[in-house]
């Protein structure tokens, strides 16, 4: 029964997450291992209000936004190579998340 390894990464710095990321599609290659992904949802956009007054007329800082990108990729099996992806050193500001299920073949309990 294979595992099926998802790895979720993002970051607000894109070209660092687009870094990363073509680096585990280019050891995948190279090592035969088949990647699904990534998936490229659209960014989430967040905004942070700043109230600091200005002076006497009540004027704020402008509201502070950001975005977060976010990659999804897919490892059936191969779990060495899922492995060594999930726990390699990632720039700072780079997150991942890993999920990792058991599946099962048809007719199987």
């Given at each position: 029964?294979?595992?099926?390894?998802?790895?979720?990464?993002?970051?607000?710095?894109?070209?660092?997450?687009?870094?990363?990321?073509?680096?585990?599609?280019t050891?995948?290659?190279?090592?035969?291992?088949?990647?699904?992904?990534?998936?490229?949802?659209?960014?989430?956009?967040?905004?942070?209000?700043?109230?600091?007054?200005?002076?006497?007329?009540?004027?704020?800082?402008?509201?502070?936004?950001?975005?977060?990108?976010?990659?999804?990729?897919?490892?059936?099996?191969?779990?060495?190579?899922?492995?060594?992806?999930?726990?390699?050193?990632?720039?700072?500001?780079?997150?991942?998340?890993?999920?990792?299920?058991?599946?099962t073949?048809?007719?199987?309990?």
């Amino acid at each position: 029964m294979p595992f099926v390894t998802t790895l979720t990464l993002s970051s607000g710095d894109r070209p660092a997450l687009e870094d990363v990321v073509s680096d585990i599609k280019t050891a995948a290659e190279r090592k035969g291992v088949q990647i699904k992904g990534p998936q490229t949802p659209p960014p989430e956009r967040f905004v942070a209000p700043q109230s600091k007054r200005l002076g006497p007329e009540g004027n704020r800082f402008t509201d502070w936004s950001f975005s977060v990108y976010t990659r999804t990729m897919r490892i059936v099996g191969h779990d060495e190579f899922a492995r060594s992806a999930a726990g390699r050193e990632f720039p700072d500001g780079v997150h991942i998340e890993v999920d990792v299920e058991q599946v099962t073949g048809a007719g199987r309990a």
